[in-house]
């Protein structure tokens, strides 16, 4: 079990090995859910994506100039969760 500590600010902060425990990278965002009995269910939240997070994806890691339907069809992929 991990002890954490509440800050007077009402903060906690996440020891390393409970983030990577989570799957949490820097920047991401938790989802606690408020159980009966005052407890609570942590765990990553789910990202969904948006075009902001998909424009410059594949920026500098090639040289190939991709046609239009080969950008259509990464760009299908990404959305459908398959990239």
Partial sequence: MTTLTVTARGQVTF????????GIQPGQKIELD???DGRGMLR???TTG???S????LA????????IEEINEATAQA????A
Avoid: C, E, S, Y
């Fill in 15 to 22: 020891r390393k090995d409970v983030l990577r425990h989570l």
């Fill in 34 to 36: 408020l159980l009966p």
């Fill in 44 to 46: 990553a939240a789910q």
């Fill in 50 to 52: 948006t075009i902001n």
């Fill in 54 to 57: 998909f424009i410059g994806l």
């Fill in 60 to 67: 500098h890691r090639t040289k190939k100039v991709a046609t």
């Fill in 79 to 82: 959305w459908a969760g398959k």
